[in-house]
């Protein structure tokens, strides 16, 4: 068997337990199709994503649900003004018994880490997402640690509350592969939580034990190193470059993307091809990742947002705009 083949065998393996993920998480979770997928690409690409919307929208419900779908070792943090960065990355205790300093790890030494509002995180705290997020290690005591493989932080924010709040800095929103808004049901998709609800299929217990995906860590490593060998001809390499570029030459827009979009974009794409059990990337998937890439990366000029004009409109006349290989 050459390695065409054996490519072939394990992106079918990919594209069958990313159905199966989806398929059960869905007999759970209503609606909210496209976080799903992302969460998967991010999951696959090694990268995090940033999830913008009211409370009650099934955010931690979705990232809990997740991480037992696909064994990974879960953990929460709640965003609050007085939450210090030991709390988050851990400390060194004495230990009395053998008469050493021995490291108590903080949540995020997880594989899935929902920080959840994470916009109420002070700032010295929220800096200590930067290292782990870009680097996977956690500094504690002048010591570097190495954080659990694989890593995805899932973060939220209310964007309509912003008593107590700290923004994040560009250089952290940057950090995350994706940044999506997340808004309430459709009529259908309410009225069949409420149906849901009303049989009694909404306990957490129940769905919990109903799980039945079995995947080892040494597993889903080995997809992920799959996902890197997709292929990913030059003319979509230089679509990413026009599309990336494009955002910093616009008129409406004061801060574009950078290189970290371009490697996102490659990334993302060679996971969503994966999915769809294709060992090549086409343009498309490019394009359909570019909203959840770009959008909160950029900062659009002043007259523009006087407009009323959104991130997502501008990206959409970038895409309209640039030819497609």
Request: with cysteine; hydrophobic share 45%.
């Amino acid at each position: 068997m050459d390695s065409t083949d054996q490519l072939t065998i394990k992106l079918t393996e990919i594209s069958r337990f990313h159905d199966a993920i989806i398929d059960t998480l869905g007999t759970y979770i209503v609606g909210n199709s496209n976080l799903l997928d992302l969460i998967f690409i991010a999951l696959l690409s090694e990268g995090h994503i940033l999830i913008e919307g009211v409370p009650g929208t099934a955010k931690t419900t979705i990232a809990k649900a997740f991480a037992l779908a696909t064994n990974c070792m879960f953990r929460r943090i709640q965003g609050a003004v007085d939450l210090q960065p030991a709390d988050l990355i851990g400390v060194t205790i004495y230990d009395q018994a053998t008469r050493t300093f021995v490291l108590r790890h903080g949540p995020i030494f997880s594989n899935v880490l929902l920080a959840d509002e994470i916009n109420r995180i002070n700032p010295k705290s929220q800096s200590a997402f930067i290292e782990a997020m870009s680097e996977q290690q956690a500094t504690i005591d002048g010591n570097t640690y190495g954080l659990p493989s694989p890593f995805l932080v899932i973060a939220t924010q209310n964007p309509y509350e912003l008593q107590g709040t700290f923004p994040l800095i560009e250089a952290q929103r940057d950090r995350f592969m994706f940044g999506l808004q997340t808004g309430h049901l459709g009529s259908d998709d309410e009225l069949e939580l409420v149906r849901r609800a009303s049989y009694g299929k909404l306990n957490w217990n129940d769905f919990s034990k109903s799980i039945a995906l079995h995947i080892t860590k040494d597993k889903l490593l080995e997809m992920i190193q799959t996902v890197n060998t997709v292929r990913i001809e030059a003319p979509v390499l230089t679509y990413i470059r026009d599309i990336v570029s494009a955002t910093r030459e616009n008129l409406d827009i004061d801060l574009g993307a950078s290189s970290r979009a371009s490697i996102a974009f490659v990334r993302g794409a060679r996971a969503k091809a994966a999915i769809a059990n294709r060992t090549y990337v086409l343009p498309d998937d490019v394009k359909a990742l570019a909203y959840d890439i770009l959008s909160h990366r950029i900062i659009l000029s002043r007259e523009v947002e006087v407009e009323g004009l959104l991130p997502k409109d501008v990206v959409r006349d970038i895409l309209e705009t640039l030819e497609v290989p």
